[in-house]
């Protein structure tokens, strides 16, 4: 087998790996139904891995050295995602324990009318994730609390998250600091703000729509009991000690940021930080934690507040709303995640190099001979990337990278390539259940994936918008367009 020429596989060949994947993806579902992200899936994702191995060695005579190099690159790549992730179970954990969050939502009901709540949801994090730069961040942070408040508020987690998760891609896509906004603008090469010029003209409409939506679901449900609202308030009270100097911990995160720190950074010490001020506001609720009734309280609260770091906590609160809310995973609590994302990347990684993805791009390719058909075979050509790959980073760099050449040839502006790549990239990934940001979104906010789908407005109107205007052909220009393209 060393000695044979690699060649590219079929159409069918392609095709036929993500048929077997989507498949299987469906008899998980059915079979593990809420658990199939426990296990199920990353079994269907290394078996899809093998299947495209199989190919790639049997049909296509690729070494399985090949094989291995293509993987060990990727998982290079996602390296720095995993220690991200391991310090989002950390701060969701201490940031629940030390009561940040629970102050978060005991001030927020003070002031939040449930009227424009899902509006307010999205507005808010519209802005923290543009300052931020990371919808991943806003939503272990302000997006947890935000949660409890719709909770108790009477809201269904769906709606409640799929406001949050909508905001907090807007900012994903507009903010200059995002790493997804950078990544699509350098591999494109187009100049970023000229990138973020551009993705006004179908961003903007998109959240709008999505403004629109919360506020007509907000102000149609009936107005929540007053007395059950109080009496979840007083709850906090009772088990946690709400402070004003807990905002110290969300503030210092803040500046942090704005000072553009590495996220890892950023997560450590704003994990760091709020397990300090937990042995300083909540030494009782760690002392249970922890399951420590006699010697020394010094040690108890050091232990309790390692174990909301890195393990799983219940606190039992006499609410049954507010126990839900407060247990929390730590980084524990990630692993399937992890898990997830070694299982979706080993599976890329066989398509990438068994050289199935780039047939299913170059049918795309034959595809694009006007501006609608360019822009429709981009964005479908990114969807296709973010379900085979699994992730947001390798599904950009690879619709980059693919269609570069085709929309210079055709005469079309770089910036709508890195612009449609966004709407089609970026913002669906979240939506797909075995990606490493569904995965993540669904296991920060204990929802699954499919849940929330349904009322991420944002994310659904992105790709459709991003096609529609190019079927009105706003702002969109051709240099030198060759006489063969059409309309």
């Known amino acids: 087998m060393k000695n044979r020429e690699p060649h590219q596989p079929s159409i069918f060949l392609s095709f036929l790996t993500l048929f077997i994947l989507i498949g299987m993806l469906a008899l998980a579902i059915v079979l593990f139904r809420d658990e199939a992200l426990n296990g199920g899936v990353q079994i ?21 050295k090949a094989i291995e190099h293509r993987i060990a690159k990727n998982f290079l790549g996602i390296a720095p995602a995993i220690l991200i992730l391991l310090f989002i179970g950390s701060l969701s954990g201490s940031w629940m324990v030390s009561g940040v969050i629970p102050t978060l939502i005991y001030y927020g009901l003070q002031v939040m009318h449930s009227g424009f709540f899902l509006m307010s949801c999205c507005m808010i994090c519209c802005i923290v994730s543009t300052m931020t730069g990371s919808s991943w961040s806003t939503i272990a942070t302000i997006g947890i609390a935000l949660l409890g408040i719709g909770q108790v508020q009477g809201f269904s987690a769906g709606w409640t998250a799929g406001a949050i998760i909508s905001g907090a891609y807007f900012g994903d896509k507009m903010s200059p600091i995002s790493d997804t906004t950078v990544l699509a603008s350098t591999v494109t090469e187009t100049p970023l703000f000229t990138h973020i010029r551009y993705l006004f003209y179908t961003t903007v409409p998109s959240i709008t729509i999505a403004l629109i939506v919360y506020a007509i679901a907000g102000y149609s449900r009936e107005t929540p009991d007053v007395h059950q ?47 300090v001020f937990a042995m300083i506001f909540q030494p009782q609720l760690l002392r249970e934690i922890a399951g420590e ?31 839900s809310l407060a247990s929390t995973r730590g980084m524990g609590g990630m692993m399937y995640t992890i898990w997830l994302i070694i299982c979706a990347i080993c599976f890329g990684g066989a398509m990438s190099a068994g050289g199935m993805i780039g047939s299913i791009t170059r049918l795309f390719q034959r595809m694009m001979k006007g501006r609608i058909s360019t822009v429709t075979s981009t964005v479908a050509s990114g969807l296709t990337f973010n379900i085979c790959t699994a992730d947001q980073y390798i599904a950009i760099l690879l619709n980059g990278e693919m269609f570069k050449e085709v929309y210079r040839k055709n005469g079309f502006e770089s910036r709508l390539l890195s612009r449609t790549t966004e709407d089609a990239v970026t913002v669906t990934s979240v939506l797909i259940p075995w990606s490493s940001c569904g995965m993540t979104q669904a296991t920060v906010l204990g929802i699954s994936t499919l849940t929330y789908l349904p009322y991420c407005i944002f994310n659904l109107v992105s790709p459709l918008m991003s096609i529609l205007v190019a079927i009105t052909g706003y702002k969109i220009f051709r240099k030198k367009p060759p006489s063969n393209v059409e309309e």
């Open 44 to 64: 269907v994702l290394l078996i899809a891995a093998a299947v495209a191995s199989a190919i790639a060695c049997f049909f296509c005579r690729v070494e399985w």
């Open 229 to 275: 609202i109080n009496v979840f308030a007083e709850s906090l009270k009772a088990n946690f000690n709400i402070s004003p100097w807990l905002m110290i911990v969300p503030a210092v995160t803040g500046v942090m940021i704005a000072k553009k720190m590495s996220p890892v950074i950023v997560l450590f010490v704003a994990s760091a930080l709020a397990a």
């Open 293 to 323: 009734t006699g010697g020394s309280e010094a040690f108890a609260c050091v232990k309790g507040a390692m174990i909301s770091l890195f393990g799983s906590t219940q606190v039992e609160t006499g609410n049954e709303t507010l126990n």
